[in-house]
């Protein structure tokens, strides 16, 4: 059945490529950081249910690791390339990152490399960094495994995107993740992505982030041909906007076409509250969303979309892992019609060398400036030597680009 809104006029307002997979492999998604927050169980959002988990306890900060202070995309640039940084996070995939009310910056991380002289395990699906000035530390549990753990089964969460709700003296911290299971067998490092989950936790004014709990969102689902709802999200006025992407699995066709629901941000978590747009209305049912952005020379799984000045901008490699473009698609609406801007940098990986350049994200909240934004990409390489040797091979790359 149709919604009753449906006549309004829009408003103007697998596989991922991982630390240890070292193949050319697609990427899932998961909500982004204001959904995050959106999500989260009403009781820890208010600080009010009788029954929300009390904050942890265990995790802990390592020493401070000097860093200089960041002004410029050339200063992070600098961190990244230069701060080996403690035995506990040598490498990892570009992460999401938000300010606590106290002036720090938590960053949180993907797939992580560790040193041979580290007490515990070598290898994580997530991590995260507290930054403060001239000052970065690690924050790790107990057992110095991942900070968010591994379910019993063995599926690992990958960190994609962080939100934060300020309650009193305390941040109740949002960190969207995917759930990774590994299927190659215990001597390879083939993954698949099988759907979102959410990890909350509680950071005190000045203290340590502590995790409180670990939601799965929805069954295991390994298909690209279902749309992945929260590939992107964008919020305009109380409205959110979950972009979906999805691949038809058809030979040759390598990218991810795009649609968009949307919701008031208060019924997030009720998923009948949904609608979706089929090219001229918002419609209850999510088949008959109209893609936005068609497969062929489409976007890459995880991308970012966002307003600025009136426009929307969507910010992606085209064509996914085989492509080489750094795209920006302009519509003027959330709704679109979106089209092909710019190229904005050519990021191809490169088969001679084994380099990996992939899932590039924007940042506008980094060190604004009008009429451009900072995009991160992450690099790896097919080498598994190359990489534990250096692993300033597998850190993030960020860069500057002019919006359309």
Sequence with gaps: MDDPEQHRP???????????????????????????????????LRGDDEDAPSAGSGAYETACVAIPELRTIDDLQTIVDTVRGGPELQGGDVGADLELQDGRRIWVVGDTLRSDDFDGQRFVR?????????????????????????????????????GRVQRGDTDVVGVGVQRVRSTGGPNTSEFENLGPAIAVFHVKRGGTPQLVEVKDLGPDDASRTRPTWGAAVAVHDDWVYLYGTANPETDG?????????RVRIDDIRDQTAWRYWDGSRWRRDADTAQALISAQGGVS????????????YAVSKQ????GHNLVIWKAPSPT???TVASTAATIPSDAATGQLRYMPLA??????????????????????GKVARNPFLY?????????P
Excluded: K
């Design 363 to 384: 940042h506008p909240g980094i060190l604004p400036e009008r009429g451009s934004v900072v995009v991160s990409y992450s690099r790896n390489n097919t080498d598994v």
């Design 253 to 261: 066709v390598f990218g991810y076409s795009m649609r968009v629901a």
């Design 301 to 312: 799984q995880t991308l970012s979309v966002f307003e600025q000045d009136g426009s929307w």
């Design 126 to 162: 997530n991590s995260m960094l507290l930054i403060s000035p001239g000052c970065a530390r690690t924050v790790l549990p107990e057992d110095n495994g991942a900070l968010i753990p591994d379910r019993a089964d063995g599926v690992g969460y990958w960190p994609m995107s962080v």
């Design 10 to 44: 829009a408003s103007t307002p697998g596989r991922r490529i991982g630390t240890a997979v070292l193949v050319v492999v697609s990427a899932l998604v998961v909500v982004a950081a204001l959904v995050v927050a959106a999500v989260l169980l009403p009781g820890v």
């Design 319 to 322: 064509d996914e892992f085989l």
């Design 336 to 338: 679109g019609p979106f």
């Design 395 to 403: 850190r993030p790359a960020f860069l500057r680009v002019p919006l």
